[in-house]
């Protein structure tokens, strides 16, 4: 069965203490995987697509990775208004709906 | 071009009444997408379009639920004879397929309640 699993749930960091946020999947024919930041009671917000292994991208203190299983986003330094919850998706290669993960909530305290 | 916009943003309504959502995509794109996400989960995907053709429904999807394009541009979801466990937030987004990029941009929601 495709999946899409996020770890940890719940993260909480001191301003300026870098971290990282896994997701890992297993799917048939992954397509892309795709990063998406979400405040509360707003919708997603697009931040990265990752393509194929080995592949990295990177918007100020965020910085995305892909292996064949799974994906790293790495913030550093983090500041509070990086608070929020990162969500992960993956698109297979037969079809283009998204499929996510629950969420890393990420809580940045000064 | 301000993004996807999803109208109303909240909506209470009582068990057994029908609501409809409206979403109006990015102007360019041709694929629109309806998902609904529940508090502490991710988005799960519901039904998409390319262009007026709705290309995939979710098996999730029961019959008390519709969706339209029927131009192309804006679309409309229905759920007819609400029920408590519908109460949800439920997303539009937008994509452009055959463009560079393939990332969908979602919109702001819309908040159902069902009392």
């Known amino acids: 069965e495709d999946q899409v699993t996020q770890s940890p749930e719940a993260l909480r960091l001191q301003e300026g203490e870098s971290s990282s946020l896994n997701c890992s999947y297993t799917?048939?024919?992954?397509?892309?995987l795709f990063w998406y930041r979400q405040d509360p009671g707003k919708g997603p917000e697009f931040l990265f697509t990752?393509?194929?292994a080995g592949e990295e991208k990177e918007k100020e203190r965020l910085k995305a990775t892909l292996t064949k299983k799974e994906s790293f986003l790495h913030i550093t330094a983090p500041k509070p208004e990086d608070s929020a919850t990162y969500l992960c998706?993956?698109?297979?290669?037969?079809?283009?709906?998204?499929?996510f993960g629950t969420g890393t909530r990420l809580q940045v305290f000064p | 071009d301000t993004g996807v916009s999803q109208n109303p943003r909240h909506k209470i309504t009582k068990r057994g009444q029908n609501v409809t959502f409206r979403c109006d995509p990015i102007?360019?794109?041709?694929?629109l997408y309806w998902y609904r996400q529940t508090l502490g989960q991710g988005p799960e995907f519901l039904t998409y379009?390319?262009?007026?053709?709705?290309?995939?429904k979710s098996r999730l999807l029961s019959d008390r639920f519709s969706a339209e394009r029927p131009k192309g541009s804006f679309s409309t979801l229905e759920i007819q004879r609400t029920e408590q466990g519908d109460s949800a937030m439920y997303l539009c987004?937008?994509?452009?397929?055959?463009?560079?990029?393939?990332?969908?941009?979602f919109g702001q929601g819309t908040r159902l309640t069902v009392v």
């Open positions: 998706a993956v698109a297979m290669s037969n079809t283009d709906k998204l499929i």
């Open positions: 987004a937008s994509s452009l397929v055959g463009g560079t990029n393939t990332e969908a941009f």
């Open positions: 799917v048939s024919g992954l397509r892309g």
């Open positions: 379009f390319q262009n007026e053709a709705q290309l995939e």
């Open positions: 990752l393509y194929s």
């Open positions: 102007s360019e794109h041709n694929r």
